[in-house]
């Protein structure tokens, strides 16, 4: 599909759809960013780096060990690093390869759907949506545990989304339409949280907390449905390559290469909604991964989704990883929330990125 | 991408118009233009009389307009001059510098989601004003200037960043989203590291509020929208031609880098006036370039855009005096819900024959 990469987007003049699709400010002329040989081989890096991070994961917190402890904590029970190893930083560590790739990847694929370098899974009322869920549950219901929150949050993020989807114009959705809706279901959703904030001190004190994303609650998250459910997400995202690769030429192209948009656009929203949506109600709203990951991706697999998918998962994850390492390490004793590292970090990072290389469009 | 990035094109055909000659200038006006602008303004008056005479007490029409020609009680002049009227005026002058920002940053961009909101201006703002309200627990008045100083500081970084290089608006977005999402970062570990009544006072501040605003804020948001008027009036022209591509721009005379330049630094100092007297209120300056665009049939409508933002922040202002439950709302919850409904309506209500989409 690399060939994706140099075509011109373009709608044939007798375009049906009277998308504004057909301007372009300055003509598409993306290099070939990479042989498939090279790409493969910063696939597999990439993945190295992961599992280097997952090790570093573990074995770094407030109290550090070497890889001899870590084996013993992992393999021997009655290691006197086991409890820690098992109960606090394993399933920490898989949480933020869970989470950050299903971010890294719903970005991608959000950006793809929308052709909107500005989108990101929250646009889709995901992040509005759960805190909006949490927000209620915790003022009417007062507290409650963290599964709850997690289930909560899961159908508030669901709600918000499929509403977008309604608004949107369902079947009749466009990338604008469905861009402009996300941002009016957001801004209403905001407001209602802050009005609630507002009446309800307790309510604000807890979602302070949570607005900023950490992985501070692994432990005592469900694991295996979260996992799970992140999982066959994925695999479903992935096999949006070929399709997205389709609809970057245009909705009217994509139809006749055989993509039906609307069903793409369904399927597609349905997999960012479970993947963001699980991400977010385990995690809270982590935004930075969703919207640069997949930017910082392009600047190296240029827009081919075969590539930009897989990249954007890997990189989520290894970034997230990161980036708790890192929150564990400079916060010590305690930790600063693995969102609010994201951002700090990263963003100079990216904008480094962005003022030396040239962009890559999507 | 290009779906979204290029949202502003007038449906088929440009709509009928007339054309005002005056000596060597003459000016084109759509029909649907003008009775857009016309009906927007017509509404705005009639919003802004009625949250004069209402609220806590109720006054009517005719002793408001007593108080205002002096020949009321004191009670009701007080009322009018000291309560009210400034607060309308900060109201009209701050929705109508966040549409203006909002629609040269649409236009910027060439992106439908292209507001202050996103590129980090917003964020920057609340930056400053967080470190005024948690690091010194300082006045309003503090508070109001550092929110200038980091919504300024935020466009100087952006600008910098952009100066040469890639003209196009896509590397704008691409540092805008960057340093909104570093400024949030910062804002989150701020309301993080503070007390609960602090954190208290830092959400109230960024939900954004109209109560108390008197007459020394109004006239300054209003200074900040006279020049950033003028500014757009004279760029006008080179924005419309930059609508239709570098090339074209190029091609019909427009300097396109110092246009882009004053447009970002205007459509900054526009954002910065607003959110440091009001607060970062919700989606005014998203939502009122898309209504505009929708109510005028056309894209080209900064004045539109000034008046449905000035309409929406007034709007919302009366509702949240009006209050839920006796109890008045900050300003900033009733924009986003005001805005984003209006706007989930009119997307529902233009589905077969939207303008933009």
Not at chain 2, 177 to 185: D, R, S
Request: with cysteine; charged share 10%.
């Amino acid at each position: 599909m690399s060939t994706v990469q140099r075509a011109p987007r373009r709608d044939t003049p007798d375009a049906p759809d009277p998308e504004p699709d057909s301007e372009e400010d300055s003509p598409a002329r993306p290099r070939r960013r990479g042989s498939a040989a090279r790409l493969s081989a910063g696939l597999l890096v990439l993945g190295l780096l992961v599992a280097a991070l997952a090790i570093l994961s573990v074995a770094v917190g407030s109290r550090a060990m070497d890889l001899g402890e870590v084996w013993a904590g992992l393999s021997d029970a009655n290691s006197s690093a086991y409890p820690v190893v098992t109960e606090l930083r394993l399933p920490r560590t898989v949480l933020g390869l869970a989470a950050g790739a299903a971010l890294g990847l719903a970005g991608a694929l959000m950006q793809a759907m929308t052709r909107n370098p500005l989108a990101d899974p929250g646009l889709l009322g995901v992040n509005t949506g759960a805190a909006a869920a949490v927000v209620t549950a915790s003022f009417f219901l007062g507290s409650f545990g963290f599964t709850q929150t997690i289930a909560f949050a899961f159908f508030g993020a669901a709600v918000a989304s499929v509403a977008v989807y309604l608004i949107a114009g369902a079947a009749t959705a466009t990338p604008a339409r469905l861009a402009l809706a996300g941002a009016a279901v957001t801004a209403a959703g905001f407001a209602y949280v802050s009005a609630i904030q507002l009446m309800d001190a307790a309510t604000l004190d807890q979602m302070r907390f949570w607005s900023v994303g950490s992985l501070v609650n692994a432990h005592v998250a469900p694991m295996l449905p979260v996992v799970l459910l992140i999982g066959v997400a994925a695999l479903a995202g992935f096999s949006l390559a070929r399709p997205l690769n389709a609809l970057a030429l245009g909705d009217a192209t994509a139809t006749g290469l055989g993509v039906d948009p609307r069903v793409l656009r369904v399927a597609g929203i349905a997999t960012i909604t479970v993947l963001a949506g699980t991400a977010t109600a385990v995690c809270g709203p982590i935004v930075f991964v969703g919207l640069v990951v997949p930017h910082v991706v392009r600047f190296f697999t240029g827009p081919d989704q075969n590539w930009v998918l897989p990249y954007s998962a890997l990189t989520g994850a290894a970034f997230l990883l990161a980036a708790d390492v890192l929150g564990r390490v400079v916060g010590r004793p305690g930790e600063i929330q693995v969102g609010i590292v994201c951002a700090v970090a990263g963003g100079p990072f990216f904008l480094y990125l962005v003022s030396r290389r040239k962009v890559a469009r999507l | 991408m290009s779906a979204v990035t290029t949202p502003f094109r007038a449906p088929g055909g440009a709509g009928r118009a007339a054309v005002l000659r005056l000596g060597s200038i003459s000016i084109r006006v759509r029909y649907r233009t003008a009775l857009a602008v016309l009906g927007a303004f017509a509404v705005l008056v009639a919003v802004a009389l009625w949250s004069a005479a209402t609220g806590s007490t109720a006054l009517g029409i005719e002793r408001v307009w007593a108080a205002v020609t002096g020949t009321g009680t004191k009670g009701d002049e007080f009322i009018v001059w000291t309560l009210r009227l400034p607060r309308i005026a900060t109201g009209l002058a701050v929705g109508a510098c966040m549409g203006l920002a909002g629609a040269l940053f649409q236009n910027l961009t060439r992106n439908a989601l292209g507001s202050p909101d996103i590129l980090g201006l917003t964020q920057g703002a609340t930056s400053g004003a967080l470190v005024a309200i948690v690091l010194t627990s300082s006045s309003l008045q503090v508070t109001t200037v550092f929110a200038a100083i980091g919504a300024l500081a935020t466009g100087l970084f952006i600008w910098a960043l952009t100066r040469g290089g890639d003209p196009s608006g896509y590397r704008l977005v691409l540092v805008g989203i960057g340093t909104a999402a570093i400024l949030a970062g910062i804002n989150g570990y701020l309301l993080t590291r503070t007390t609960i009544i602090d954190a208290f006072r830092a959400v109230y501040w960024l939900t954004g509020d109209l109560s108390g605003r008197d007459w020394s804020q109004a006239a300054s948001v209003a200074i900040v929208l006279g020049v950033g008027s003028v500014v757009v009036i004279v760029l006008s022209r080179s924005m419309d031609a930059l609508r239709l591509g570098e090339a074209t721009a190029t091609g019909l005379g427009v300097r396109i880098g110092s246009t882009r330049v004053i447009a970002l630094v205007t459509a900054s100092v526009l954002t910065a006036g607003a959110v440091a007297v009001a607060g970062p209120l919700a989606f005014v300056a998203l939502a009122a370039p898309h209504i505009a665009a929708r109510l005028t049939g056309s894209a080209r409508s900064f004045l539109c855009s000034a008046l449905v933002g000035a309409l929406i922040v007034t709007a919302a202002d009366m509702i949240a005096v009006a209050g839920v439950g006796g109890r008045q709302l900050p300003t900033g919850v009733v924009t986003g819900v005001v805005g984003g409904a209006y706007l989930v309506w009119l997307l529902i209500a233009h589905r077969k024959k939207g303008v933009m989409s």
